[in-house]
C-alpha cells in the first residue's frame, strides 16, 4: 500500500472517530441534563473509548505514515471500540434508570476480547511486513 493510501485511510478513520467522540460526548451532555440530577461515571465519559480507541492511534498512523492494520485486524479493532463504546453508554442508561444488570459487564469484555484480537493481528502484520521489507533489501 502506498503512503498516500496509508495516509488518506488513517486520516478518514480518525475523522470518522472524532464525529463518534463528538456525538457521544453531546449525547451524554443532553441525557446527564434529562436524568434529574442522577450522575454517571459511564455517561459522562463515553466520548473516551472512541477517542483514546479510535482517534488516537488512527491519528498516530497517520503522522508515522506506516503501520495500518489489514482488513481482519482493521475490523476487530473496530468492533472492540464500538462495542467497548456501547457498554459505557448502556451502563451509563442503567444506571441513571436506577437499576443494574449483570450483562452489562459482557461487553467490556467482549469489546476487550476484540481490540486484543485485533492489536495482536495488527502488530503481527506490522512485524511481518518489516522483515519482507528487510528481506528484499538484501536481495
Given at each position: 500500500m502506498y503512503t498516500s493510501d496509508i495516509k488518506k485511510r488513517a486520516l478518514k478513520t480518525a475523522a470518522v472517530y472524532l464525529c463518534v467522540t463528538t456525538?457521544?460526548?453531546?449525547?451524554?451532555?443532553?441525557?446527564e441534563f434529562f436524568s434529574h440530577g442522577v450522575f454517571s461515571f459511564f455517561m459522562a465519559f463515553c466520548y473516551l473509548p472512541p477517542l483514546l480507541l479510535g482517534s488516537a492511534p488512527f491519528f498516530t498512523v497517520f503522522l508515522t505514515k506506516q503501520g495500518m492494520p489489514g482488513r481482519l485486524a482493521y475490523n476487530l479493532y473496530n468492533s472492540g471500540a464500538a462495542t467497548i463504546t456501547v457498554g459505557f453508554i448502556f451502563r451509563g442508561v442503567t444506571?441513571?434508570?436506577?437499576?443494574?444488570?449483570?450483562?452489562?459487564h459482557i461487553y467490556s469484555g467482549v469489546g476487550a476480547l476484540f481490540l486484543l484480537t485485533g492489536a495482536v493481528i495488527w502488530i503481527t502484520d506490522i512485524i511481518r511486513n518489516k522483515k519482507t521489507i528487510e528481506?528484499?533489501?538484501?536481495v
Open positions: 456525538f457521544c460526548a453531546v449525547f451524554g451532555t443532553v441525557y444506571e441513571i434508570y436506577g437499576t443494574t444488570n449483570r450483562l452489562a528481506n528484499n533489501k538484501n
